[in-house]
């Protein structure tokens, strides 16, 4: 790629070339690197995915200086070494043959990947997961070197890289200079036009390119040099035309064959035979000829071709290729498609492996399911029209709706339906409205024909082996028994479907839902995602909500929640083509109560759409009857309280608490005290907070969060209560009934195993371990949200566990742990979340003072307070005190510290805060070791149990004896 000419600057990878001034940074740190290597490096860097050979760079780089090879391996090596790579895995400089090396980074200026004509030939001369397949040629090549004829049938379907991996093995063959080599392309439009077409194009480019073999040709082949006009003078011509003016296709056989072996002696010949599915029946007899006879010869004859269309068509390629094989004189190579890994190889030999390919790559693979050609077409694709994108999770598309069949793709696929008559296209019409896959039952009732004659005709599409493939039988609730299938690839069905007019495509999707549905009957939640999408397609609006509600619920069964998420969405998008009405409203309140709280889950609470969702949910609570209002505010309420607008989450609570007192319904009943529980003690009202949280625990109905249970996917009122329950008691002084709690708690949501209450128990478990001074623990139980949060995307509590496991790390003395926390601290800000944020300025204040930095730690401190004052949450206040007075302590601010202390022990008296009244009244003590802070000890120590233990108490107790 040549440098931007404002900038001469070349990035790949991590890299950045600058060529104006001769160096190589690593992001903006230089890396050391010599001159020479480095001008090697400029030099091949112009040239992205061009094999250059070992000469030319010697000669571009030294110039008129005379220097070996040995010193251009040299320069490899040490680029090698700078870059971090190894010939063995190379990202950057790959070996290829004997003779050359290739560039493959291909980032653009500015890490932005251009697709410039050099970007867009770079990217189709890459190859990657095909090193068996080579093998297996060079293994065949090897053979014919020692005298044993190959023939070699490279088989797959069209776009899965027959050629490329043929030039591949033909260009490293040649590098050796020992062989001779050529090619003949069978094309559609000629395949009956010349007997024998392929193999006269390759005998004249070797005619062209190899002096010897016009001698061999007139000596033992005179009836196929007559053929190849241009190879020889006028007289010399009509000799060899005379002798050849008696051929017959038997002589011509035997002639060609003694010349192949002829043409052996010297060296060996790779011969290669493109496209035989398209060739003509004596090109079919040649290889049957030559291959049957058993004389040595240093003879490789590689021929490609396509089974699908060699079926189509009826071709006898099938029966020789079969009889060949079967007789051991030939040996088929069968491409493979691409797993998801080599494409995302390739993905990382285009862009450079220093950002997340994953997304970028799962796109990748679903479109062009493995096909190379596709892989590289819809890349290209992406490319011109700017749709790749890079964020903070990597390379990605910027919206995956986008049509990704490129134009020369889709008239690849319209040729290759030209095979099929006016009815077999019909047919694959209707089945891509189905769906990938299909059933035949579902065809033949939306096609109004009978089921057995649609399924003799998808069986005689499938024997094709282009569009779709039979995958078994299945048996619907209703007893129907129907064949299955899929299409072969995704492409050809997006291709089929663009073809179906908007009226035609509204009456098959009608008609296929409802021959779903009632074949399903009542287990159509099993299919409800796709019923849904019909209806959609087909305008029956009402229909489609109804089934994404059920397909949302479903996938929240399964834990599925972005799946939740995109049916719920779906679901509401439907509802708008429905006019107002109180059933309409009752509708879209419940889509909006589960999406909120499957959208809050994966987004956290600053994204406008959250904002949006909720906004509209309290217009519909306004409107609501009692009957459903008790339900509706449930969510309503958690949104106010996490985003801090405490006001507002008690207002909510107390109406609701209105309603579930009337209707004395227990799942009512635990979630209007669960509520309380939750804004009491955040209110620094730890008693009526305890209250509340006892009084879910006899209307806990844990079958209902389980898996299959009618909850499945919002988190247990009754497990969470506990684990606050555990929390509040710890507070209160009441230690060994807090750990009861605990553990019961811990047991109760390992045992339901649903991750939005285990995420949840699991960061409030987090909370306690920190409350009791205990890092350890605390990482541990931060560490298992994290692994649930990261695997089901719950951004809020990822970032949430996020601090706590940061505070740990802080005091477990983890590496960069001062930058870690304020990482967690700015991740958490950037949920929305406001509850807990002057904890987590807490520990910020913790790191200041353990960095000795008092005056930023004070503020911290002081910052927090004042967050909590301003969202009416002041249980943390005593926490916050006694941490300012700790480090005005340190800072020798001894006054300052006292007033802290002493107001850290008045607030936490207030709440009943026992646990961290005794830690301030701790400080107190050691900062002034008199009667009067050993007297405040003493009147602490009767609220708690005698049974009671911790690291503080026993202090206490020490000090008194």
Known sequence: MAPDSATDEIVFGPFRLDLRRMALFRGEEPVEIQARPLEVLAYLSR????????????????????????????????????????????????????????????????????????????????????????????????????????????????????????RRFVETARQDGMLRAAEGQCTEQQSEAEPFGPVLEALSRLCRSNGEVIPILRRHAPCWLAQLPGTLDEEAMASVERRAAAST???????????????????????????????????????????????????????????????????????????????????????????????????????????????????????????????????????????????????????????VVPDSLRLLIERQLEVLDDDGRAILECASAAGGAFATASLA???????????DRCEELASLGMFVEEVGAEEWP?????????????????????????????????????????????????????????????????????????????????????????????????????????????VELELRFRYGVSLSLGKGFADPVIERTFSRYAELCSSLNPSLKRFAMLPLRGYNFVRGNMAEAERIADEYDGYAATSADGLSLSWSHFGAGENAFHRGKLGDARASFEAVLPHADHDLYRPGGLLRGTQDPAVSSR??????????????????????????????????????????????????????????????????????????????????????????????????????????????????????????????????????GIDCANQALADAAENGTPWADPILLRLRGEIEAAGGCREEATGSFREALRVAENQRSYSLALRAALCLHRLHADVASLQVLRSLLECFPSSARSPELVEARDLLE
């Open 723 to 856: 684990i606050n329950l555990a929390v509040t008691l710890w507070l209160l002084g009441d230690l060994g009934l807090a750990e009861e709690q605990l553990r019961e708690g811990m047991r109760l949501a390992l045992d339901s195993g649903d991750p939005t209450t285990l995420v949840f128990a699991h960061t409030i478990s987090a909370q306690y371990h920190y409350l009791r001074g205990d890092p350890a623990e605390c990482a541990r139980q931060a560490d298992a949200t994290l692994a649930i949060g990261g695997e089901h995307s719950f951004v809020y509590w990822f970032a949430y566990a996020g601090t706590y496991r940061a505070w740990a790390g802080l005091h477990l003395g983890e590496p960069d742990a001062d930058t870690r926390l304020a990482e967690a601290l700015a991740q958490y800000d950037r949920t929305g979340a406001r509850i807990v944020r002057q904890l987590t300025l807490a520990f910020l204040a913790e790191a200041h003072s353990l960095g000795e930095r008092v005056e930023a």
């Open 249 to 403: 296709t038997a002589r011509m056989l035997r002639e060609i064959a003694e010349a192949l072996e002829a043409m052996t002696v010297t060296r060996p010949l790779v011969l290669v035979l493109e496209d035989v599915h398209w060739s003509d029946a004596s090109t079919l007899d040649l290889l049957a000829h030559v291959g049957q006879r058993p004389e040595a010869a240093r003879l490789c004859i590689v021929a490609t071709y396509r089974p699908s269309d060699s079926t189509a068509r009826g071709h006898p390629l099938r029966r020789v290729v079969r009889d060949l094989v079967a007789r051991g004189r030939a040996r088929e190579i069968a491409l493979d498609l691409l797993a998801r890994t080599w494409i995302e190889g390739y993905l990382a030999k285009v862009f450079g492996g220093d950002a997340s390919l994953d997304d970028l790559a799962e796109f990748v693979h679903e479109r062009s399911q493995g096909n190379p050609l596709f892989m590289v077409e819809i890349v290209d694709h992406l490319l011109r029209r700017g749709w790749i994108t890079r964020n903070a999770r990597g390379w990605c598309i910027e919206d995956e709706t986008v049509d």
């Open 445 to 455: 009732s939306a096609l109004g024909r009978a089921s057995d004659e649609i399924e």
């Open 47 to 166: 040239r992205p995915g061009q094999v250059v050979d070992k000469q030319e760079i010697l000669t571009g780089v030294w110039r008129d200086t005379h220097v070996s090879r040995t010193t251009l391996r040299v320069c490899i090596r040490n680029i090698r070494d700078a870059l971090g790579e190894s010939a063995d895995a190379p990202r950057f400089i790959e070996t290829v043959g004997r003779s050359g090396y290739r560039f493959g980074g291909l980032l653009g200026t500015r890490g932005e990947l251009r697709a410039t004509p050099e970007v867009r030939a770079s990217l189709r001369s890459l190859l990657v997961g095909r090193g068996e397949d080579l093998r297996q040629l060079e293994e065949c090549l090897d053979a014919a070197r020692t005298g044993h004829r190959q023939i070699v049938f490279v088989a797959g379907p069209a776009g899965v890289g027959k050629t490329s991996v043929l």
């Open 478 to 586: 209703d007893g129907t028994i129907s064949g299955r299938y899929r299409f072969v690839h995704v492409l050809h069905r997006n291709v089929l479907y663009d073809r179906i007019g908007e009226t035609r495509r509204i009456r098959l999707h009608k008609a296929l839902a409802e021959r779903l549905e009632s074949g399903f009957a009542e287990r159509s939640t099993a299919i409800a995602g796709i019923l849904a999408r019909h209806y959609e397609v087909a305008r029956e609006h009402e229909r489609a909500v109804h089934h994404y509600h059920a397909a949302g619920v479903s996938a929240l069964a399964r834990d599925a929640y972005r799946e939740a998420c995109t049916s719920f969405e779906r679901g509401l998008l439907c509802l708008e083509n429905q006019p107002p009405s109180p059933r309409r409203d009752e």
